[in-house]
């Protein structure tokens, strides 16, 4: 029996596969390309490599599973991306159900408890929603905003020393590392001294504005960086240049617009149980400083 890890080379799944098998587990893990994955994860696990949207595919690479960490993964292309984000929590729905897997970690977001009017993270509702439908027992992780997201804006960081997002600069979010998600899951998967469906918030050690992240990033790198509230067309327009389909953008803008609202926050209340280590300062240090060294005073 194995601990099936999908997407085992994003930003979560790599680090549990990883953590999994530095503690001894039976490893397996579900990915579109091998050649991506760690050297330690493809030496020391069982490969299957397919799409996540492939329900035989899934389905097979899960036989032996007795816990699953499961994720959708992002698909800016999708002429209609609720459609696609039901098609691929079908898929593990029906995997999780013709092999019985016993425990279920499915990483969503925090907003995922409202249907609509979020975007893609009602899209995750409708999944989290699938999955209660077969699986024995279950923890929906529902993070904050992910720091990792500013790895998106490497480029105005160096070019105008700026982050462009849609969303004023006073609106404070909770704000979390990937390598914090992943390191609850992983416990959550080696555990699995849990039962029944649950839901658990992630907050990060603290909630930010985005003036306040700025000036983080400002005295990290040793220059002034600011953040600009870009509109939601401008904002559209920028998704679409990238390579997002009508769909994706349009989904979310929403999103955006959502998460700018003042009446919203997170269902699930930041607690000591949910709140994780890492700071946007170590963030920063580990993660940014690398891409963007040149930007160091010498």
Known sequence: MSIAIAGATGNTGGRIAQQLIEAGADVTVLVRNSEKLSSLVRQNATVHQGSLEDIQFVIEATQAAEALYWVVPYNFGASNFRAYQHHVGNVAASAVKANQIPYV???SSNGAHLPQGMGPISGLYEVEQQLNAVAQ????LRPGFFMEN???????????NSVFLPIASDRRLAIIATQDIAAVAAELLLQRNWSGHSVLGLHGPTDLSFDEAAAILSQELGRSIVHVSITSEQFRAELLRIGASESVAADYVEMWQSLSHPEYSPAEPRTSQTTTPTTFSQFVREQLLPHLSQLIPA
């Open 150 to 160: 500013y790895l998106m804006q490497l480029d105005p960081i160096r070019s105008a």
């Open 105 to 107: 970690v499915n990483l």
């Open 137 to 140: 027992n279950i923890v929906h």
